[in-house]
């Protein structure tokens, strides 16, 4: 398999991203573009800054996720420029020498101070426009931000993965696997949400703010909260479920991996096991030409019999009248997915081909992220879940029809388990779809 860090591939990348930024600077009527790495930002009434966000249309060129200021220009036909901002600074450590696979690819021009950046950017970008925040045009001396349908474009174009992005993303799940491995045992030994996740991170080596997104660690109810935002400090009395929603990032690229475990109940672990089949089944439809949305109302389809063989849904009850009632609407209310890459709800996921205008969810289900037809090398999530939500299932309770369609002696004892999300990152490929969340996990013996 090939590395990242291999020259060939990552000059392949540039090369493409040189072809992507001629076509729609040309399009645009524009010269040249600054992309901006971005800027720190203070805290309020203080001054300590926030952890650093680069922007993602900067570290698709390269892979410096931890240097403000910075700034590729590109000028149509041209070899990129890289604005390398290493400050004269003894408060804070500086960027180190500019070193790595990304070295040959630009013109490096060693920046000390922000006059001076100004002063470089004003040689090199004529005609520019600004890829990043209003805030970064200013900084350049006013130079003109880029209207949205630049924006579209450029995102249009992320859509497609190349070469080295694919290979950046499979690094991102191996180190990410490494986490879910350490964090699957940390539950098994009864540890606390807090010190799973101290697991977790320690197993990738990476810390928090390392991460693509905030990870969720939720055992027993806090699992049937979509996005649980806290870390008990102390384990609960029994440990019936676990759920994990964590990534890792490498070079800029995100992993996004779900995870779910029981602690041996019959009940919560048949339900466990038929979500499993589920989700691979999911996985497996993945290919160039289908339309997501119909992935998505398939799984509604697919749940709503899993809800029947495990006996949630009582006997006699058509799936289809559990679809049509939105029961599988209220144990499973998210989108079964979006796009995965620079960013782990990734752009484009709503817009046509053209990036002109947007591809309507399916009525009913607006927590959609992603609309499109599939194409080759697209990188995707699918992550079916089922929940115990008391704020969705009391109104089916409280409906007689609707009430009398359920399990509900069943549903209370699963009630205390939270619920289940299980997720894999997949490329999509011509004649079916590469899983790079199972990989990873097969590749370290699991």
């Known amino acids: 398999m090939t590395h990242p860090n291999d020259s060939t591939l990552y000059a392949n990348h540039v090369a493409t991203l040189c072809a992507n930024y001629d076509r729609i600077l040309s399009e645009a009527d524009v010269r040249s573009a600054i992309v901006t790495a971005g800027q720190l930002r203070y805290q309020f009434l203080d001054d300590r800054d926030y952890d650093f966000a680069v922007n993602p249309h900067f570290k698709h060129w390269l892979p410096l996720t931890a240097h403000p200021k910075c700034a590729v220009i590109y000028t149509q036909g041209a070899r990129p420029a890289l604005l390398y901002f290493q400050e004269a600074d003894y408060w804070h450590l500086p960027p180190s020498d500019p070193d790595g696979v990304w070295v040959g690819a630009f013109d490096i021009h060693v920046c000390r101070d922000d006059d001076e950046l100004k002063a470089t950017a004003a040689k090199f970008a004529d005609d520019a426009i600004v890829i990043g925040e209003s805030r970064d045009a200013e900084f350049f001396n006013g130079a003109e931000a880029a209207a949205k349908g630049v924006f579209d474009q450029l995102h249009e174009a992320r859509t497609i993965k190349t070469e080295y992005e694919l290979a950046c993303m499979r690094a991102a799940q191996q180190m990410a696997c490494h986490g879910h491995i350490a964090a699957a045992n940390a539950f098994a030994d009864g540890c606390s949400e807090y010190d799973i996740h101290a697991a977790y991170l320690d197993a ?32 609960p009395d029994e440990h019936r479920a676990f759920l994990i929603d964590a990534g890792a990032s490498y070079a800029g690229y995100a992993a996004d991996i779900t995870r779910t475990y029981g602690n041996g109940d ?62 599988t609407w209220a144990m499973f209310p998210h989108g079964l997915g979006h796009f995965l ?106």
């Open 266 to 327: 019959a009940d919560f672990g048949g339900l466990l096991d038929a979500m499993e089949t589920l989700q691979l089944a999911m996985c497996d439809d993945v290919r160039a030409g289908i339309d997501y949305r119909s992935l998505h109302l398939g799984c509604h389809e697919r749940l709503a019999n899993v809800l029947l063989d495990t006996g949630i849904a009582k006997s006699g009850v058509s799936a289809e009248q559990l679809v049509d009632d939105r029961v």
């Open 204 to 235: 990738m080596r990476q810390r928090e703010n390392e991460l693509p997104y905030n990870s969720i660690v939720a055992l027993n109810e806090h699992a049937a909260v979509l996005h649980y935002q806290y870390l008990d400090r102390d384990a």
């Open 341 to 446: 890459g620079l960013q782990v709800h990734d752009v484009g996921g709503l817009s046509k081909a053209s990036a002109k205008e947007l591809i309507a969810k399916p009525e009913g289900h607006e927590a959609l992220r992603l609309t499109r037809t599939l194409a080759a090398d697209e990188v995707l999530t699918i992550e079916p879940g089922c929940y115990f939500i008391p704020l969705l299932l009391e109104p089916l309770r409280a409906d007689s029809e609707t009430a009398a369609l359920l399990n509900w002696p069943l549903i209370d004892k699963l009630t205390p388990f939270g619920g289940i999300r299980i997720e894999d990152d997949v490329r999509v490929l011509d004649g079916g779809r590469e899983n790079l969340t199972r990989n990873a996990f097969n590749g370290l013996g699991c």
